[in-house]
């Protein structure tokens, strides 16, 4: 039984960041957390030599970040002790204009870093050694994700006619363009994160929007959602009136980028707004319905997903991480 229909016909009042919780649970799995808990950290880790993590990711037992102060990228332990710093501003192959904006890799592929403002993805091997071949774009990422065969999925922000979602082999050969169904607007309240899901499906999920789509690789819709009691787009006074792109801009998102575990669930954290701004996390399926609701005991700005753990980037300490346990 789907809670959501395909076309994601559900909406609600309080605001999608908000992460007003639910009774709805539709399906707790047995091991899984009791829906509407509040999860408690259990342990926190203190990334060393670092100010203001941006992004990070979780790799064969290190975290490797990006620091948005010092702009440079790290590995360390799962203590947080530093191994390996490199990157600083500059104009230099390994440096960077402004703080690269994600960081993120699979398996065997290489650590990869979002560089928009050279509209470029860097490419680094385990050891944070930069390496020759960096995949160059045409428009600058705003987001990207392996597919589960180390394919490249790349989008951009939707502000021409060109393609916004591009799929790159891991040869950096082109596979497939294409762009979300969504109808015309701002390119920044259209604008959206992508993720990887099972089955070569990709996860296409709205900042300002209370809308989730999933296609095929060949830009097929197979299956749309929404999440419930949020509105179908942001709702807020708290406007960005000066931004040059556009008026009545909101300064906060709807939802921050999900992460998918290794069965393909997705987690979604909700946003600024709401009873539980920055803790209430939705574990839904790739078609919509709902898994799990849980609220984090400390607010976050960014959440990573495996092994059954999520962490969780701290919007009280930016340099620590928090790390919960998703089973019982």
């Given at each position: 039984?789907?809670?959501?229909?395909?076309?994601?016909?559900?909406?609600?009042?309080a605001?999608?960041?908000?992460?007003?919780?639910?009774?709805?649970?539709?399906?707790?799995?047995?091991?899984?957390?009791?829906?509407?808990?509040?999860?408690?950290?259990?342990?926190h880790i203190?990334?060393?030599?670092?100010?203001?993590?941006?992004?990070?990711t979780?790799?064969e037992?290190k975290?490797?970040?990006?620091?948005?102060?010092?702009?440079?990228?790290?590995?360390?332990?799962?203590n947080?002790?530093?191994?390996?710093?490199?990157?600083?501003?500059?104009?230099?192959?390994?440096?960077?204009?402004?703080?690269?904006?994600?960081?993120?890799?699979?398996?065997d592929?290489?650590?990869?870093?979002?560089?928009?403002?050279?509209m470029e993805?860097?490419?680094?091997d385990?050891?944070?050694?930069l390496?020759?071949?960096?995949?160059?774009?045409?428009?600058?990422p705003?987001d990207a994700?392996?597919?589960?065969?180390?394919?490249?999925?790349?989008?951009?922000?939707?502000?021409?006619?060109?393609?916004?979602i591009?799929?790159?082999d891991?040869?950096?050969?082109?596979?497939?363009?294409?762009?979300?169904?969504?109808?015309p607007?701002?390119?920044?309240?259209?604008?959206?994160y992508?993720?990887?899901?099972?089955?070569?499906?990709?996860?296409?999920?709205?900042?300002?929007?209370?809308?989730?789509?999933v296609?095929?690789?060949?830009?097929?819709l197979?299956?749309s959602?929404?999440?419930?009691?949020?509105?179908?787009?942001?709702?807020?006074?708290?406007?960005?009136?000066?931004?040059?792109?556009?008026?009545?801009?909101?300064?906060?998102?709807?939802?921050?980028?999900?992460?998918?575990?290794e069965?393909?669930?997705?987690?979604?954290?909700?946003?600024?707004?709401?009873?539980?701004?920055?803790?209430?996390?939705?574990?839904?399926?790739?078609?919509?319905?709902?898994?799990?609701?849980f609220?984090?005991?400390?607010?976050?700005?960014?959440?990573?997903?495996?092994?059954?753990?999520?962490?969780?980037?701290?919007?009280?300490?930016?340099?620590?991480?928090?790390?919960?346990?998703?089973?019982e």
């Open positions: 039984m789907h809670i959501f229909n395909k076309q994601g016909v559900l909406t609600g009042r605001f999608l960041l908000s992460q007003i919780l639910v009774g709805f649970v539709f399906a707790a799995l047995p091991n899984f957390l009791v829906a509407q808990s509040e999860l408690q950290a259990k342990k203190f990334i060393e030599s670092s100010e203001y993590l941006n992004s990070f979780i790799h037992d975290i490797y970040s990006i620091d948005r102060y010092l702009i440079n990228i790290s590995i360390h332990d799962m947080g002790a530093q191994i390996k710093r490199v990157g600083r501003s500059g104009n230099g192959p390994g440096e960077f204009n402004d703080p690269p904006n994600k960081i993120f890799h699979h398996i592929s290489p650590i990869a870093v979002i560089d928009d403002k050279r993805i860097k490419l680094y385990k050891d944070l050694n390496l020759k071949k960096s995949l160059k774009l045409r428009l600058p705003s994700d392996y597919s589960k065969k180390g394919e490249f999925i790349i989008c951009t922000l939707p502000l021409t006619d060109n393609d916004s591009t799929i790159f891991q040869n950096q050969k082109l596979i497939s363009s294409f762009s979300p169904d969504i109808a607007g701002n390119f920044l309240l259209n604008s959206f992508v993720n990887a899901l099972p089955d070569e499906k990709i996860l296409v999920s709205y900042r300002f929007k209370n809308l989730f789509q296609y095929n690789k060949d830009g097929i197979t299956d959602f929404r999440l419930p009691d949020f509105p179908s787009v942001v709702e807020t006074v708290n406007l960005n009136t000066d931004s040059p792109h556009g008026k009545n801009i909101p300064k906060d998102l709807m939802f921050f980028s999900p992460s998918v575990d069965n393909g669930h997705i987690f979604i954290l909700s946003a600024k707004y709401g009873l539980h701004a920055n803790r209430m996390v939705y574990q839904v399926e790739p078609t919509g319905t709902l898994i799990n609701t609220i984090l005991d400390q607010k976050s700005g960014q959440i990573k997903v495996n092994d059954n753990k999520l962490y969780s980037l701290s919007t009280a300490d930016p340099n620590s991480l928090l790390v919960y346990s998703l089973v």
